[in-house]
């Protein structure tokens, strides 16, 4: 099995401002203008963007939302747990990896609008996994979560929101 250093100098990932490291795999040549999407966008986005997300033991990603639905795919290393807060207030933590029979699931789409935040299982020395964004990713749609601010929203779930925030 190849090791997170070998992943990262392969795909020459780059740091991740929520966290871990990534790398660009995709993006739509075509645009949808911004009259023709809801107004929450700010400008023409590409129809979808992919990327290849990698996060080790010891780092996480941080509470942070997008304008669009993000959908996870798992493909190497071990468990990677997907923290979602959910508009009503409800936390669905989803745990991507191969295990289907411990209730892991390759897939999982976060929808537009919620808070989400990820780290590797207790047991697990990395995770590959993939995300894809339609209306594709643009650092415009991206907003990094601030603990108090967050905290005062959802103070049923402040331990993992002062866990898993940077600022």
């Not at 790398?23 to 979808?48: D, H, K, M, V, W």
């Not at 990603?61 to 996870?72: G, N, Q, T």
């Not at 749609?141 to 925030?165: G, M, N, V, Y």
Request: proline share 4%; aromatic share 14%.
């Amino acid at each position: 099995m190849l090791s997170a250093a070998d992943y990262i100098q392969h795909y020459q990932f780059k740091i991740h401002p929520e966290g871990g490291y990534y790398s660009q795999t995709y993006c739509a040549a075509e645009e949808i203008q911004q009259q023709a999407l809801p107004a929450r966008f700010t400008g023409n986005r590409f129809f979808s963007t992919a990327i290849y997300f990698l996060l080790e033991q010891g780092n996480f990603s941080a509470f942070h939302r997008i304008k669009s639905d993000e959908c996870w795919h798992f493909y190497e290393g071990q468990t990677l747990l997907v923290h979602v807060l959910h508009t009503t207030g409800t936390l669905e933590t989803i745990q991507l990896g191969k295990n289907i029979q411990q209730g892991e699931t390759f897939q999982f789409v976060v929808p537009a609008g919620c808070w989400f935040a990820s780290e590797p299982a207790a047991t697990t020395s990395f995770s590959l996994a993939g995300c894809t964004v339609a209306p594709g990713f643009n650092f415009e749609d991206f907003e990094l979560a601030k603990c108090e601010t967050l905290s005062a929203e959802f103070p049923q779930h402040a331990t993992i929101i002062q866990r898993l925030t940077r600022q």
